[in-house]
């Protein structure tokens, strides 16, 4: 199991950005993500760094692929942020077309890294609201059957559904490659409880966010918000789960960055531990 962290978390926050590409100080953050105790950092593509992002040119991952190697510090997986800007769903068949196109672009992108994932996420503007949202997110993601096995991308969907609806369209979606990404934080919001989450669709869980918000309300530090974390890892714990976890944590004070890394890690690690073989 790995301990990551979200993109820009190691940095200040740019242009009054919570969460986005860091498009001037990208590089920085795997020395710090060093130091902190990290293995790996979950990158982010989005609209707002599309322009500048390594992963889109073939040098740009090769300084990647030095970095990752100077720094012992991986990236395992793609935060797709870019299509909570431009959804993929509730538009026409033609924007339709380009958006998948451009998912499709994105895992080939992340097989030259050997990126395992790339979390899609469908909440908020982008969140799965009627059964036809239903029918075109299982059309569309069936549809990449053939380029998930090309490119042994993993897709590991991040939703706001109750756990029947998600457990309903994951049986639509059979392909091993199609994952759950589990966001802790987001569940909270929801009301979610974690014993009916993971008996729903626990064995689908890929990848975890450890991030906790109040009900109905954002994001908070660590243990200040709604989020079981006992029952969450007590539910982990029964599926066997061996995936990554991410930190996707409330900010701290701007320029403390690394030290608040450093906690979050502390406390994170206490309830990894639990999960690892005495």
């Known amino acids: 199991m790995k301990l990551g962290i979200m993109q820009g978390r190691l940095v200040p926050p740019e242009a009054q950005r919570f969460q986005c590409f860091p498009k001037s100080r990208w590089r920085e953050e795997f020395p710090l993500a060093a130091a902190a105790g990290l293995n790996t950092i979950e990158w982010i593509y989005d609209a707002y760094g599309e ?15 030095s970095l990752c190697a100077r720094h012992c510090v991986q990236v395992e997986s793609v935060c797709a942020d870019w299509f909570m800007d431009f959804p993929l769903i509730r538009i026409d068949e033609a924007t339709a077309q380009d958006r998948w196109q451009r998912l499709r672009w994105l895992m080939k992108r992340c097989a030259l890294l050997s990126i395992g994932r790339v979390v899609v996420p469908f909440v908020d503007a982008a969140a799965i609201r009627t059964p036809a949202d239903v029918d075109v997110v299982a059309t569309g993601i069936n549809s990449l059957a053939g380029l998930l096995d090309e490119t042994q991308v993993e897709l590991h969907l991040e939703a706001a559904l109750s756990p029947a609806d998600f457990a309903a369209l994951l049986a639509r979606l059979p392909h091993p490659r199609v994952r759950v990404n589990y966001d802790s934080g987001n569940s909270a919001s929801l009301g979610y409880r974690p014993e009916d989450e993971f008996s729903a669709y626990g064995a689908r869980v890929g990848s975890v966010h450890i991030k906790d918000r109040k009900l109905g309300a954002g994001t908070v530090p660590l243990g200040e918000g709604d989020a079981d974390f006992e029952a969450l890892f007590g539910a982990l714990a029964r599926t066997d789960y061996c995936g990554d976890f991410i930190l996707q944590v409330a900010r701290g004070v701007d320029g403390d960055e690394l030290d608040w890394a450093k906690k979050n890690v502390a406390t994170s690690l206490q309830w990894i531990r639990l999960l690892q073989p005495s």
């Open 51 to 65: 322009d500048t992002n390594p992963l889109a040119t073939d040098s740009g991952i090769d300084e990647l692929k």
